[in-house]
């Protein structure tokens, strides 16, 4: 149903704005009495043979959403009814900050792909806070970023205020410096930077009685040898794993006629990309850390291609939006069947 009439219609009209409308409308029927308890029925699959144990905390199943989708927190809990067995939220900054100016979103349909310029557009971490008192037991990562207008030898204090913002309201952190959307935030990337950073969110996260779980997100487009950095970043700051991976400044083998815009590149031309940075990051590290791979997810066959190649969890975002919620219930069942 999702993809003969929602999509189609969905997909006649601004993305930004469809998006928006999207969330009122979720928000509305979430109101109205059994619907919920309707979406889940329809579409969780509850199993404890799905669940996962990483870094401390159990997943429900190992499908979940990607940052970028509720970036301010507004209906993580709605979401979850759809299938998913956590929710990231972000990219969030100390500061509120518009973004990108608009268009910024851009369909590539023929290539089921979109590309986003949006630069980290959102109300301010404590805005999130506010709605995040507000979860009902959905497990929560929280992705967190620096303000367009900190240099990056300041950006070290942005990642501190929103970590410490969102201590005890996320369950895991996920440490933003591969968004090709924030002008200069990729050079955060290379190696002195970047472990300076994560050392210093350690010594925070530190300072808590029970410290919790960092992940880094990193671009595809990093070469071999910075990945072999960031293997051994991950050793000598002992964070707890990796995000692989965000959007891509590649356009090679699009065929929409508006693949040279500008932004970060997401959806099935993302795929395979992503999945050689999983299995070469779970290769040559000995899967010593945990990967939750992300990036070109349309279908069963893409999400157990990433499974395989050694990812302990999936996220999906662009195919979510192409394929619809049916695709989360559709790699749960996929997963379960596996097993038997």
């Known amino acids: 149903m999702y993809k003969l009439l929602i999509q189609p219609l969905l997909f006649c009209f601004d993305p930004e704005k469809v998006h928006r409308f999207t969330f009122v409308l979720i928000k509305f029927i979430s109101k109205i009495p059994l619907i919920p308890n309707l979406i889940k029925s329809i579409y969780v699959v509850n199993d404890k043979r ?21 970036k301010d927190a507004k209906l ?32 590539l349909k023929l ?20 709605r995040l008192k507000q979860n009902k037991n959905v497990l929560i990562g929280g992705n967190i970023g620096k303000n367009k207008t900190t240099p990056n030898q300041d950006a070290v204090e942005d990642y501190k ?11 895991y952190f996920v440490v933003n410096v591969s968004s ?36 880094l997100k990193i671009a595809p487009d990093l070469s071999n040898e910075q990945l072999l950095d960031i293997i051994d970043i991950i050793k000598d ?13 590649s356009r090679e083998g699009l065929q929409s006629e508006n693949k ?45 291609e990433k499974l395989d190649s050694g990812a302990d969890l999936i996220q999906l975002y662009t195919g979510f939006i192409y394929e619809g919620p049916k695709l989360v219930k559709d790699i749960n069942t996929a997963l379960l069947t596996k097993l038997e």
């Open 180 to 215: 090709p959307n924030t002008p200069n935030l990729r050079a955060l990337q290379d190696k002195e930077p970047l472990t300076n950073l994560l050392k210093d969110l350690q010594i925070e996260n530190s300072k808590h009685q029970k410290p919790k779980p960092i992940l």
């Open 76 to 107: 993580f809990n709605e979401l979850s009814n759809f299938g998913f067995g956590f929710i990231e939220i972000g990219t969030l900054t100390p500061k509120p900050q518009s973004g990108n100016p608009k268009k910024r979103l851009i369909r």
């Open 237 to 249: 700051t002992k964070i707890n794993g990796v995000i692989a991976t965000n959007t891509t400044i």
């Open 111 to 130: 290539d089921s792909a979109i590309i986003n310029r949006m630069g980290f557009n959102n109300a301010g971490v404590l805005e999130a806070v506010k």
């Open 161 to 171: 205020i929103c970590f410490e913002a969102l201590f005890n309201y996320v369950d």
């Open 260 to 304: 040279n815009e500008t932004g970060g590149l997401s959806g099935k031309p993302l795929a395979k990309r992503s999945t050689e940075v999983i299995r070469f990051l779970s290769e040559k590290s000995n899967k010593a850390f945990p990967i939750i791979g992300v990036g070109g997810i349309h279908s069963v066959k893409d999400a157990l």
């Open 50 to 70: 799905l669940e996962r144990n990483l870094f401390g905390l159990t997943f429900k199943n190992p499908v979940g959403l990607a940052a970028g989708f509720d």
